[in-house]
């Protein structure tokens, strides 16, 4: 409005200010809980850029030694360096009830030279020196450096002999380096989660049979998600198809709400290329990871310009029991929550394709109803960490009339207490206005 309206407005003096402020507060109010329904990110398809650590994460330095060990604290993420030959340690200091889960994710820039072999070993050990738990991760055969993680674990369990108790326990992390061709520092993101025990006794096997068939295809429209740039930033996606881009050399995370009982499916698939020809080997690489960001497995394909595909193997329904499993991508699968979809296009593809960006699909399946969680006694740092919430399968659903509809069902659940007092307050105002605008 320009200033001779307003003038104009006040010379009549026909609409008090206080209805103005009402109307102004009802728009802001309205725009707030708008915002509140979790919608799709816009689909952009810019040039790879750097791994989004965690906000506000905290600086660490990692030591050579356990006696120069730097605390690390339950429920925080950490940021940190790993340098060529690097074998860091981090201290823990552990109650003899929770497990404890700490992850490292190494970030080498873009341009940096990998080989296959190349890559990251996690490992908890206690104060004794000896390990608990280690996992290994290498770049594979995409040989193009993105972002890898790999996890380590202080299991407080009745069936373990070995970490058990309150103490003293460190992280050790250890760059693998086999071919000796990255010199560069590594930027390293730290995160420590710890799990509850439970309320009462449960099963200590892991379900003896499963579903392991590959299931039908996901069917029905497509609809367009961006995927994020780190673990804290991932995209929520649920059941569905979802369309991306992807340039060489970037990596896109994604996030999938899993509940206990329920069993994920996972295709990504990579559109034709509008030039060139060749065939780039390990080109696509489909990586999951569970809600503490351990690494579930890995998928990879290679690609000749035309539409190839890379896909999870299946794996078990989400239990607490699959950690008394066999195989470590059973164990993974141990907890509910936000299962992270990691996709990367290796950067030789754009020596034999060009620089894109070329088309991603991906193609999510979530098999079987929720069920009912083990029951803990007590809660995870962070808290929530092993759940699926109402908001996270409405942030994962896809867009348009059923997924806007599910939206605002939870915005009327979830944000009734809040909706009700600020529209009861407008209300107080407005009338308040109208009564003073009555006496004048």
């Not at 823990?92 to 970030?107: G, I, K, P, W």
């Amino acid at each position: 409005m320009d200033s001779s309206a307003r003038d104009r407005r006040a010379r009549r003096g026909r609409r008090p200010w206080p209805a103005v402020a009402v109307r102004s507060a009802a728009a802001a109010a309205l725009l707030g809980l708008s915002a509140a329904v979790p919608g799709p990110r816009a689909v952009a398809a810019g040039a790879p850029g750097p791994y989004d650590f965690t906000g506000g994460a905290r600086s660490v330095s990692g030591a050579p030694t356990t006696a120069d060990a730097r605390p690390l604290e339950p429920g925080r993420t950490y940021r940190s360096s790993l340098p060529r030959n690097g074998k860091l340690y981090y201290r823990l200091r552990l109650d003899a009830a929770s497990t404890a889960y700490v992850s490292a994710t190494a970030v080498p820039g873009a341009g940096t030279t990998v080989s296959a072999t190349d890559g990251l070993r996690v490992s908890v050990r206690d104060a004794h020196g000896g390990s608990c738990s280690y996992q290994a991760t290498r770049f594979g055969t995409s040989r193009s450096p993105h972002p890898v993680a790999a996890w380590g674990a202080r299991e407080a369990s009745a069936g373990h002999t070995l970490c058990q108790g309150a103490g003293t326990y460190y992280v050790y992390v250890e760059r693998i380096d086999a071919s000796g061709s990255s010199p560069d520092t590594w930027p390293l993101e730290l995160a420590v989660v710890t799990e509850p025990p439970l309320a009462a006794a449960g099963a200590t096997r892991a379900p003896g049979t499963w579903d392991s068939a590959s299931p039908g295809p996901v069917t029905g429209r497509a609809g367009d998600r961006a995927g994020g740039a780190g673990f804290a930033t991932a995209s929520p996606v649920g059941q569905g198809i979802w369309r991306d881009r992807v340039r060489p050399g970037q990596t896109l995370f994604y996030r999938v709400p899993v509940d206990w009982g329920q069993q994920l499916h996972a295709t990504a698939e990579l559109g034709g290329a509008s030039g060139g020809s060749g065939y780039a080997d390990g080109a696509l690489t489909l990586a999951l990871y569970n809600p503490v960001r351990g690494c579930v497995e890995e998928a990879y394909a290679g690609y000749s310009g035309r539409r190839t595909s890379a896909a999870l193997a299946p794996l078990p329904p989400v239990a607490y029991a699959n950690r008394y499993g066999f195989a470590d991508q059973v164990k993974a699968v141990r907890f509910a929550g936000s299962y992270y979809l990691v996709v990367h296009l290796a950067d030789q593809t754009a020596e034999v394709f060009g620089a894109g960006p070329y088309d991603l699909t991906l193609r999510v399946r979530v098999d079987g109803a929720a069920g009912p969680g083990p029951g803990y006694a007590g809660q995870s740092e962070p808290r929530n960490r092993f759940e699926v919430t109402a908001q996270d399968r409405n942030a994962a659903a896809p867009a348009g009339p059923a997924g806007g509809a599910t939206a605002l069902r939870a915005l009327a659940v979830g944000g009734i207490g809040s909706g009700t007092a600020v529209l009861a307050a407008l209300g107080v105002w407005t009338l308040a206005a109208r009564r003073r605008a009555v006496a004048r």
